[in-house]
């Protein structure tokens, strides 16, 4: 069985990184470089179509990762990308008030848009600005249902414990 996992969140919260650190493959990027001065402060490159990764679970499940961009003049993509998806992982800098106040209105897209599971990686928890996962969880006014996972990633344990996270509530679903 193959699933589509749609990785997103807001401009910088590590997407392209979260799914390189997991990846058997190399990721296909669609980087390209930054044009605003506030973006460059940030980082010099970003992702415009979509990253895309794989992990072989086992003989019988392979997960497909599709990273979206996070800008949202690109947010055309979340559309796209979304189709046949089983799952979403909303990954939020944690060290970022913006960034955990964009993620609002991409969970609110892809919520009513897939209404497939989802939970939210709060990355960057290794650093020490970083928001622990339950005051993320009530900044974005979420459902006790909805899990907020901390985070690192550029850390394989870490990221894997969030994709399982996730794995097991879509094994749920589809069930």
Avoid at 23 to 29: A, G, L, Q
Avoid at 79 to 84: K, N, T, W, Y
């Amino acid at each position: 069985m193959n699933l589509k996992i749609i990785v997103t969140g807001p401009f910088a919260a590590g997407k392209t990184q979260f799914i390189k650190t997991i990846s058997e493959i190399d990721v296909v990027e669609t980087e390209k470089v930054v044009s605003s001065s506030n973006e460059k402060a940030v980082k010099d490159h970003t992702t415009v179509a979509m990253d895309f990764g794989r992990i072989t679970i086992d003989e019988n499940l392979v997960l497909y990762l599709f990273g979206t961009p996070g800008q949202s003049r690109f947010d055309f993509m979340w559309d796209i990308l979304s189709e046949g998806a089983l799952g979403v992982v909303v990954l939020v800098d944690s060290t970022s008030g913006e960034s955990i106040k964009e993620a609002r209105k991409i969970i609110d897209f892809f919520y009513t848009k897939l209404n497939v599971p989802y939970i939210v990686a709060a990355n960057k928890q290794d650093l020490p600005k970083a928001w622990p996962p339950e005051f993320i969880k009530t900044s974005l006014d979420l459902d006790d249902s909805v899990k907020v996972v901390p985070c690192v990633a550029t850390d394989k344990e870490s990221v894997k414990k969030v994709i399982l996270e996730l794995l097991e509530l879509v094994i749920k679903y589809i069930s």
